[in-house]
């Protein structure tokens, strides 16, 4: 077994946690779109009714708002805890 060098071993583990955080994402994503669309589609057609659109528009506005709400809410956590 090859051993890794410090500067390998925490290009890794960059690695790792970048990946870790795109299958979070991803996860929260497909979470996110059952959610609207169990709220906004009763019933799956060739096309969406206005009503629809409208409703799944909000829903993913909401979710960003959220979600960048959460966001700003923790990175000044971080900043202040790095002070």
Excluded: Y
Excluded at 8 to 27: G, N, P, S
Excluded at 53 to 61: A, F, G, I, Y
């Amino acid at each position: 077994m090859v051993e890794l060098g410090e500067a390998d071993e925490a290009e890794l583990q960059r690695l790792v946690a970048a990946e870790q955080q795109k299958a979070q994402f991803t996860a929260q994503v497909h979470h996110f779109m059952e959610l609207c669309w169990d709220k906004c589609v009763e019933k799956p057609g060739n096309r969406l009714d206005s009503r629809t659109e409208n409703c799944l528009s909000s829903c993913v506005d909401r979710f960003i708002d959220t979600t960048l709400a959460i966001t700003s809410r923790f990175a000044q956590i971080v900043q202040k805890g790095g002070q």
